[in-house]
């Protein structure tokens, strides 16, 4: 009984639909805020909207096929001058019980000033991976494969060594 109440009153603290401001968002995730900003913000969204992600899971002699969304729905609010103001999420189920059950990991802020694509994907290696450990050895070859990028070994590795040099991952530190 006492696990039901916590969870109730969690779900009460925690909001399924969040409104933000898309100003604040773009500045945030350190991205431009002018020109047409806020048209592929609308755009990314319709993105997420749309983005379904199917899961087979098989245990013992039964099997489990999971398809579910990335958000459950969307709103842009505008103003009189129809100008857009802000932006209402409501979030699916999955990805709301994840949160109030502190199941999702949070991001460094400084992950958005990462401008490379393998950098970013790194640190998002890293953080699953460290999460509350000191340290995670991998090899390269292994990195390479779990980045999923197309980019030969070769040049892979001078990215890492890169990333090294300029010690710029928020949170840590990477040794080749």
Do not use: M
């Amino acid at each position: 009984v006492a696990e039901n109440e916590t969870e109730e009153k969690l779900l009460k603290e925690i909001e399924k639909t969040i409104r933000f401001s898309i100003h604040d968002f773009l500045v945030q995730t350190n991205r431009p805020i002018g020109g047409s900003a806020y048209e592929q913000f609308k755009a990314s969204l319709a993105r997420l909207k749309g983005t379904t992600i199917q899961t087979e899971i098989k245990t013992g002699e039964s099997e489990q096929v999971n398809i579910f969304g990335l958000l459950e729905s969307a709103q842009i609010i505008k103003n009189n001058n129809n100008q857009i103001c802000s932006v209402e999420v409501e979030l699916p189920e999955w990805l709301f019980r994840s949160i109030v059950h502190n199941e999702v990991l949070n991001i460094d802020v400084n992950y958005f000033r990462l401008r490379k694509p393998i950098d970013r994907r790194i640190y998002e290696l890293a953080r699953k991976h460290c999460s509350n450990k000191l340290e995670w050895s991998i090899s390269l070859d292994k990195l390479h494969k779990k980045t999923g990028t197309i980019d030969v070994l070769g040049n892979f590795r001078a990215a890492v060594n890169s990333l090294c040099k300029t010690d710029s991952l928020p949170g840590y530190k990477l040794v080749l």
